[in-house]
């Protein structure tokens, strides 16, 4: 079944002009990037966009390494999406990551993982939602 998801490239991966490595190894997945943007997370939008964490430790550190620098967000569009860009993406910890996945290949650590990925089919339509305008998708 043909399904979106939602992606960020973080702070991490644009600081280091990684964002054509890593989209080919979306698109070489199987993955069409149908929507993307490069943007400032404010404050704003990182709480909101996190709130899901905002009891835990790691709350803070978070938000202000999201709005540090520059992100990339995108919709992709494919397959089974959601369950793809996560085993494209691989383990949160780059250290457990498969070979050739994104965080194996560009993560510098659990926190510095360079992207995000939807975690279930209804979040991915509530993180596009907050980034995107249906008339900015190109399918």
Excluded: W
Aim: proline share 3%.
């Amino acid at each position: 079944m043909t399904e979106r998801t939602f992606s960020i490239l973080k702070p991490d991966a644009t600081e280091r002009n990684l964002t054509g490595k890593i989209n080919a190894v979306i698109e070489d997945a199987g993955l069409r990037i149908v929507a993307q943007r490069r943007i400032r997370m404010t404050e704003a939008q990182a709480k909101t966009f996190y709130e899901v964490h905002k009891d835990r430790p790691f709350y803070g550190e978070l938000v202000g390494q999201m709005t540090s620098a520059p992100v990339v967000v995108q919709v992709l569009e494919g397959e089974n999406a959601v369950a793809k860009y996560r085993e494209i993406m691989g383990a949160t910890n780059p250290e457990q990551a498969a070979e050739g996945t994104i965080r194996k290949l560009f993560a510098k650590n659990v926190g510095e993982n360079s992207v995000h990925g939807s975690d279930s089919q209804d979040n991915a339509k509530l993180e596009i939602a907050q980034f995107f305008t249906e008339d900015q998708i190109v399918g």
